[in-house]
């Protein structure tokens, strides 16, 4: 997937100028970006602040993890199952 050129905080100052009076027509040729990408932004980053996206961020990046180490227990547990059985032949 293409990288974004804006980052978290701008797409929150970008969505958050549409709610200061601004057209979307008008904030999407301001930033060059498509009605498309702006309502789904909107759809990810509505109603946030650049605080709660860094949390958002931060959170994320935790699940990310915690699920790499659910996964290695996983693998562990059926290695030790297969283990526990004894098919040694």
């Excluded at 990046?61 to 032949?89: F, M, P, T, V």
């Amino acid at each position: 997937m293409r990288k974004s050129k804006f980052n978290e905080e701008q797409i929150v100052k970008i969505l958050n100028s549409k709610h200061n009076g601004l057209k979307v027509d008008d904030v999407c040729r301001q930033y060059g970006i498509s009605q498309q990408t702006f309502y789904r932004w909107q759809s990810k980053y509505g109603g946030m602040e650049a605080a709660d996206v860094k949390r958002l961020k931060s959170l994320e990046e935790e699940n990310r993890k915690l699920k790499q180490l659910l996964g290695e227990k996983e693998l562990d547990i059926s290695a030790l199952k297969a283990a526990l059985e004894g098919n040694y032949h």
